[in-house]
């Protein structure tokens, strides 16, 4: 769902409405012809953030105050023409923010769209011919989303539109993309597919994302000695200069419109003995960045923190970041059906609904260039490595596996259970788990700041680069269907490593912190409770709640914290 | 509920028809499910009323396009609910397509005697197509117009909530009039009246049907028939997953 500017996007909009009037239609708001369906939405959202959250010391500190986080009103406008075997659609959301932004001259006050914010999101602009050339083969063309993957909202496979990460209780959402799209249906339950995306999307990504950047003591490289040695040496720049690491920006390079970057997908569908599967191929690029070139710049200015005025620093170790997307191969495997998991007992119970869904991906090498600029009477030049000189690989070529593995079922007639094992995170990319044992650093800090042995004065808290999670959700419904009651939990199920140097033992140790420790604990918690009004109207009223320590996944400051939130909704 | 046939004439068919051997149970069902597929294609167009006692009812329209086995339910409004669809190709393959989601999802066995989106009917009850394929039964009772049924499913479907039906079968076209469905613990849990038959050379349709849940304190679902076309010419991939997919 790209944004676009604010006054090409009103010329979009007025272009829909008169497609719409064009088409036969007598108002947006008013009665359907035979071959113009009109529905969508009218939405508020209010969200609350009761607790502040931040990162980062007085020089490099980000944060986002309590109160309220979200203040939306949207206006979706669905129109679907279908007319013989072509139809189009357009679906557009409208969105006010209901929040200032960029008011901060006075200029700023008399612009309309920054006292009174806005953006447009396309979700859909596409042409579709049914039967083209030949019996079951269609054709879709234009602005749209591609869902594939069995998995709920957690699909590994599903790589062609980018995610979309800006509502934290949108689990799974997607941007759309412009892209051509064949399917062809030969006969039965086969689908072939093919898709080709002209230009890559990257992923939306959560507002809070920013305060990622006031985290400087997480450096990504899997190379735990480099890693080490180059915390080792901030840590004894900061000392003899009292100069701070600090990152200033991070700039994402976009892919190219060239050919090469072209990404496309294939996808073979089918149904056997009533479970359903599909084998798909991508080639294309990761949507989430990552880090490609680093460029530190000494820059002095004596500064102390408002808070406790003996704390000072000469000035900071200014650091901007190039990100870019890795190319990337996904080979996918998808499978769905019922299994009779209790098929022993005398009264033989329905069979239990389960998922596999299963992503082989093969990197392209990342590499990351680290370079520092003269300064401060530091030198500058390229970092030495080590080794053979060569940067360092922030992800290698090895294939690694990502998955979701799940089951549901009913209980009592009522609840609605549902369990899946996922394997990598949305935003977890490269080969470490249990199959390649490679860890990430998650903090780092200098023990003994005199020390010049990385190994012995570096400690670290590191955990598997793909994580495992158990996603656990029960819903049910009340009073005639209208109350709808939901829970769903998201548990961080990898362990994180405590990793420092042991003078008896003269080596370094690792101290594992169980996922069921407080000190390792992490987990999102997502109740809900929506009263269906009737008429298309319903009210929803929920919390999004992040778990654990600031070091651990959810309890990350860049996750977002937990949030309260309200939303009425009137579809139409 | 009426009599389904006026009693002067019920009279006259039932001394014609009491020197004819009486009719088995199963062949009554049968005639009911060739009543019921006289017509190989229809398309209805339906306005569903869904009333907890004591609060106003909520509405909602739906168009059915069956064919043989085969059904395919729009959902037209309400807003939240407009755009759904629903797809039965057998007792055993039901797909739903929710706009919400933007993917077509097959519903597990151990949802179909959900409530299909807050009314009484399940998707059960949307896919038993032909009753005489799936039950058993025995007459145990008849007068001039109508035969009383007991049936009882052939296999026990796994998920399904009944084990038994009780049927009033009108003698003059094998319409059902009233169905009443019991549970494994042999409560009665739901009836259901179908009344205002209109019939032609496809066959017979009932105009307005009540569907009470006695489990929810006699919630019910009221469903009334705006308008029918008997023998439609419907395209066969209306029925295709493919079709549903394309929504995707």
Known sequence: MRRLPARRGWRLAAAAVIWAMCTGTPGVAGAENEHVQISGRVQSDLRLRPRSIGDGAFYNRRSLPAGIARNRNLFKLRLASEVADVAAIVDIDFVWLGMLKNVATFNDLTLRDHVDPYFLRANAAYVQVHDFLATGLDLRLGQQLVNWGKGDQFNPTNNINANDFSDPLQFGQQVANAMLRVDYSPQGTWTLSGVLVPTFNPAVLPFSAPLALSNTSRIPLPDAALRRRIV?????????????????????????????????????????YRQDAALSYYRGRSDMPLPRREVTTPTLGRRCDPQDPTRCINGTLETNVELHYPRMQVVGINVAGEVPLLGFLKEEPPPFGYHVELALISPARAPLQIFQNAGAGLPGGEYAYGGSGAPPSLVDERAFLKWNIGLDYTVLHRFYLNVQWLHGFFDEFGAGDFLHRVNVPIRSSVANPGCDDPDRCVNELVRSRLGDYLVFGTESKWFADALLARFFVIYDLTPIIYQSYSARSGRRVDTPYSPFSARGASAVLFPELTYNVGGGLDLSLGALVNLGHSYTKFGDPAVGGSEIWTRARYSY | MPPCLPPLVALLLAAAASDAAPLSGDAILARVD?????????????????ED??????RIGLRMHMAGDRRKIQFLYPGDMKGIEVLNLSSAQTYVYMPAFGKVRRIASHLRDQTLFGSDYNFDDFSTIRLHDNFDARVTGEDATSWQLTATPKKEAAGSAVTRLDLEVCKENATVHRLKFYNRQGQHIRTETREAYACSEGGCAPQRTQLIDHRHNDHWTEVTIKDLQLGATIPARTFSLRALQRHE
């Open chain 2, 53 to 58: 006692p004591g609060h106003s009812p909520r």
């Open chain 2, 34 to 50: 060739h009543q019921l597929q006289a017509s190989k294609s229809q398309v209805v167009l339906m306005d569903m009323a869904i």
């Open chain 1, 232 to 272: 080792a040496q901030q840590n004894a720049v900061q000392n003899a200069t009292g100069l701070y690491p600090r990152i200033d920006q991070a700039t994402p390079v976009l892919p190219g419109p060239a050919l090469s970057d072209v990404q496309f997908a294939l996808r073979a569908a089918f149904s056997l």
